[in-house]
């Protein structure tokens, strides 16, 4: 695995926005699979040891993804994501809040927005991040998103080797 990839975290408090940047050694059409398909997602979409359960996803316009983040004691934290914009393998947005199990958000919520390129066989993917609040915001920070979300792009990356290697 190459680790001179380049990984950056910034955290804009007077936006109220995060926004990472990740190189992974793959190509685009990988990549956007990895993050658009349920059936890769859930194979990295979440920190070690936690693990990722997709109920339901429609990846379209006005569709949806209802997924769970599921700890080893099998408590499920639920999350409904609804796409907002699609370009494909170049940019998607979508709208995520938690929820409860019946697919209820619990607002507020926070706008991603996920930026794909690709230059001599590796992928580049920027998500932006904007919260609706400062104090959600702040809350998931201290909670440990910058040290659970780059686990997670971590996870991406073996995953992405493996796939890039069949």
Not at 2 to 23: A, G, M, P, R
Not at 43 to 56: G, H, I, L, M, Y
Not at 70 to 98: C, D, H, M
Request: aromatic share 12%.
């Amino acid at each position: 695995m190459n680790d001179n990839l380049l990984f950056d975290f910034t955290v804009n408090k007077s936006t109220k926005t995060v926004l990472i940047t990740k190189e992974f050694d793959a190509d685009l059409s990988l990549v956007w699979d990895a993050f658009t398909k349920k059936e890769i997602l859930d194979q990295w979409w979440a920190p070690k040891p936690f693990s990722s359960k997709t109920k339901a996803m429609n990846f379209e316009v006005g569709g949806r993804r209802f997924y769970a983040m599921v700890s080893p004691e099998g408590q499920e934290r639920w999350v409904v994501q609804k796409y907002t914009s699609i370009t494909p393998k170049t940019n998607f947005k979508l709208y995520n809040a938690f929820a409860d199990a019946a697919e209820n958000p619990e607002l507020p919520g926070s706008e991603w927005d996920h930026t794909f390129s690709e230059q001599s066989g590796k992928t580049t993917v920027r998500v932006s991040i904007y919260n609706e609040s400062l104090e959600r915001m702040e809350k998931q920070i201290e909670m440990g998103f910058k040290e659970g979300f780059t686990m997670t792009l971590n996870s991406l990356q073996e995953l992405l080797t493996t796939l890039s290697e069949k």
